[in-house]
């Protein structure tokens, strides 16, 4: 069907991520009015299930869906919960907290950004110390940054931000961890969550979703400007998704129904099983994958555990090998990864996703896959090296042992 | 499969449309990465051949392709083409232009609205008194709005502007005409134009299309401040959408690649038939649904035949008969038509959408069965009247001549 010779690939991307037959049969829904009864169920059952997966049952808390991307969720946090002038602490892990950080401050917010070491997550003391020396009206968090796979704990920032500053909205960019790492949105006391659909929650894309607490609403309620934006207007959305969630017709903007099919298969597919459950064999997946990686001699871009995400893994290459000489080389076996992201370094490591369906289906059998393929390139990456090393007369360096071990 | 009744109604209403299997087949596009190839060429085709459903040759003009609704285009068009405190005279001919002229004014545009009376087009003389009377960085029309079915017709009123303020960008919301009306971009000289995916194009909702000039693209460059919005901003997604259609990834936000992959399949379709036929087809099709809603003795919203659209029909029901009753009396006979939008007038007047696959499918098979639904329960509302009358021992009545001749 494609001549492209990547119809059948594996895809292992931090999204967009494999896709549940059930999932992608729904994408093909017949066409039907927003209005219509049927799709009024639809999206309900939609926005109750959401509630589920963000572990909330706080009624005052509101879940959003929205047509767009889950970037689309910054403008939305910008313009919504931040009036310009004001400010707002920004927790740097990579390109995706970088662009956020930038988006708030295209809508006036005065942001402050506290960009850690490659690969390392924020130390706890210095955003203390930011936060009791100026007062913030939001802290913003990448929680898992696709560019880097780092993972930054919430509960003990929660907690901190709790001691010090409990005015302070906490707002987390979850598009690479929701669906794959635990998040308790009511215990953890999360003010704004952004995710989108492609990612762990196994949809494909064009869905902005985002989860709001009843204390982030009330300060839209009470805020001293309009929003500077229309579509991302949350004043414009609210009644909407109260109603839909009410499983009453409402419109603001056409929703992309066909995709709202496809999220209400995907969350109930995820709700089948205990999230526990589902949080452990993403634990698991990712531990196998960065064993593999050990075992390769290839060390993560995240190097302390704690940090370490359960969908995507960030990894150094061998000198030598260019990410695009390993996605070409593992696309040739059938599997997709991704390169680097980040203007240095983006040649040097790629990534591994390992999250929502490939995790959850045939016991990860796509992961092993991948794992397979991505092993098989770096040993011949490592065989060819040492052919040319042969070549050039270094006869002995074959006889003598290697400092990487490559399981079998 | 679908428990709610309305699983395998045809759907007549004014967007979301009927889908063409092979496109709904599109949206079932196994999961890939954005930066694949196959991917990449996708993108690329779709927006070349936006350029020939635009009749534009102009390689400085541009066409953008964006995660979301037909909304998004004016927040694109609020944030990008106008600054804060520029005027923009707003022609407002139902309720989508009037959210439009909302959407600019929370962009900070300083906006004027010219609104005319219901079921109008706008008076050519009263817009030049207006542009005359002060400068306007925009003019902005609904060419036709969903609410009214009234359609503004482009050339007289671009011919007017160029000679009265020809440094006016020329602003059209073609959401409900683009692929069934007749536009030629570069000919009318078209500065901006906003669509979305699921009227006459064909496609499920999630895409918002927008064509921009090359003197529209030059106000971008040489304003004065950047523009407030991040998802919106023409500046991010203008390289993203030349690499695309230069067939390279490229990033700014993930976009929904299964319904690319659809609008990808609805063009081609679009594209295997001179588009002069099309339009043709669509307004022999109108012009039939309005002789039935003739024969009914109903009368349409647009009174003017140049200012009634060649894909949606408003027209008003018989006194008793609200737009509920009749919208689930034709339900039941497996149609799907919709209400009147409108605060005051809504319950008194519906749509028949008569635009894209349902049109271009079958000879139009599927608007004939929406037209012999309508005709079944006007004509039976009017028997149930005669009836009631009857009852009512007004037995006479029925032996007059009615007013109405009702077709068979």
Tied chains: 1, 2.
């Excluded at 215990?187 to 709001?212: E, F, R």
Aim: aromatic share 8%; proline share 6%; glycine share 8%.
């Amino acid at each position: 069907m494609d001549s492209q010779g990547t119809r059948n690939s594996i895809l292992l991307t931090p999204g967009p991520t494999e896709i549940d037959p059930d999932v992608l049969r729904a994408m093909s829904h017949v066409a039907e009015s927003h209005f219509s009864q049927a799709f009024c169920n639809t999206f309900g059952d939609v926005l109750t299930m959401l509630r589920k997966l963000f572990q909330s049952e706080d009624p005052q808390a509101q879940p959003f869906v929205i047509g767009g991307s889950g970037t689309l969720g910054w403008d939305f946090t910008a313009t919504n919960f931040v009036e310009p002038g004001e400010s707002v602490l920004c927790l740097s892990t990579g390109f995706f907290a970088d662009a956020f950080e930038m988006c708030l401050s295209t809508y006036g917010a005065h942001t402050k950004k506290l960009t850690v070491p490659f690969g390392t997550a924020p130390d706890l003391a210095i955003v203390e110390e930011e936060l009791k020396a100026c007062r913030y009206k939001a802290l913003v968090v990448t929680h898992v940054d696709t560019s880097t796979s780092v993972l930054t704990p919430l509960q003990p920032l929660r907690n901190m931000l709790k001691r010090v500053s409990p005015e302070t909205l906490l707002v987390v960019d979850g598009v690479a961890s929701v669906a794959c790492e635990e998040i308790e949105f009511d215990a953890w006391n999360i003010d704004v969550l952004v995710t989108g659909s492609q990612k762990a929650i196994g949809c494909p894309p064009g869905l902005s979703i985002i989860m709001v607490s009843g204390r982030a609403l009330e300060v839209v309620r009470t805020r001293h400007s309009p929003p500077s934006s229309w579509y991302a207007s949350l004043t414009r959305w609210l009644p909407i998704m109260q109603k839909y969630e009410n499983k009453e017709p409402s419109y603001f903007a056409t929703p992309p129904t066909q995709v709202v099919h496809a999220l209400h298969a995907s969350l109930t597919s995820i709700l089948s099983l205990p999230l526990k459950e589902r949080f452990t064999r993403h634990q698991e997946k990712a531990t196998e994958v960065r064993s593999a990686l050990t075992e390769l001699g290839l060390k993560t871009v995240a190097l302390q555990p704690e940090n370490q995400s359960n969908g995507v893994t960030a990894f150094w290459l061998p000198e030598g090998l260019s990410s695009k000489a390993l996605l070409s080389a593992v696309l040739a076996k059938g599997v997709t990864l991704a390169a680097g992201m980040h203007p240095e370094h983006g040649s040097k490591y790629a990534r591994f996703g390992h999250m929502g369906y490939s995790v959850m289906s045939e016991s990860g059998l796509r992961i092993d896959i991948g794992v397979e393929a991505l092993r098989e390139t770096v040993v011949g990456f490592y065989e060819s090296q040492r052919q040319d090393i042969a070549t050039e007369g270094y006869t002995e360096f074959k006889n003598q042992p290697q400092s990487v071990t490559v399981g079998a």
